[in-house]
């Protein structure tokens, strides 16, 4: 079964300094993995996606992940926060929910930009 | 081209009552998603609908149903409300039923009183 853990709930840093969003992934074949990003009372955006192309992912807003394979992680970064990067980020992956195949939604990290 | 649409943004309703809330999806994508986004969580899976049929559903009571016109705007009807039924409702679609980028609505927010 495809799982997805994003493995803080929480992530607070300063402005202009750099962000790491965790997420680590559970799948039996080769995954389709996203980012999305949702502003307080927003729908949510899609930042970037993987699709078996480049490991680098490049997304919107300065954003980029890797997807390393052998350590089963999708991280997202960016090196200088600003202010309007404070949203909760979600880490999806493409799986299973019975006999469809589904995007399966990780928890969430609610990343906080200090001045 | 044009986004995903809702409607409406906001409603409240009495618990008992029953809702339908609205999806236009992005012009060419054939495949709507339905999400219920609890406050403070993450979006949960409602069910999806591909060409005018359901294909593939959440853990959700049968009150939730939904229908997808040939247009492939798709609608959510929720009978019976409940409190708990307070939410977010995100509407998504794309160009397929799996696998595939999904773009979002900006989402209907209901209140059950």
């Known amino acids: 079964a495809q799982s997805v853990t994003q493995l803080d709930s929480h992530v607070s840093v300063s402005e202009g300094t750099p962000v790491l969003l965790r997420c680590n992934y559970s799948s039996s074949y080769s995954p389709s993995l996203f980012w999305y990003v949702q502003h307080p009372n927003k729908g949510l955006q899609l930042l970037l996606k993987y699709t078996s192309a480049a490991t680098l992912v490049k997304g919107i807003n300065g954003f980029e992940a890797e997807f390393k394979k052998s350590e089963t992680s999708f991280h997202l970064t960016k090196p200088s926060a600003h202010m309007s990067d404070a949203a909760e980020y979600f880490c999806v992956v493409s799986g299973y929910a019975g006999n469809n195949r589904k995007l399966i939604w990780g928890l969430g990290t609610s990343l906080a930009v200090n001045p | 081209e044009t986004g995903v649409t809702q409607s409406p943004t906001h409603l409240i309703k009495t618990r008992g009552q029953q809702v339908t809330l609205r999806c236009s999806s992005q012009s060419g994508h054939n495949t709507v998603s339905w999400y219920q986004q609890a406050l403070g969580q993450g979006p949960q899976f409602i069910f999806q609908y591909y060409r005018e049929e359901e294909n593939g559903r959440g853990n959700f009571p049968p009150r939730f149903s939904g229908l997808q016109f040939p247009n492939y705007s798709s609608e959510l009807n929720v009978n019976a409300l409940e409190l708990d039924d307070s939410a977010l409702y995100l509407c998504?679609?794309?160009?397929?039923?799996?696998?595939?980028?999904?773009?979002f609505g900006p989402g209907t927010r209901l209140t059950v009183t």
């Open positions: 998504a679609s794309s160009t397929g039923t799996g696998g595939y980028e999904q773009y």
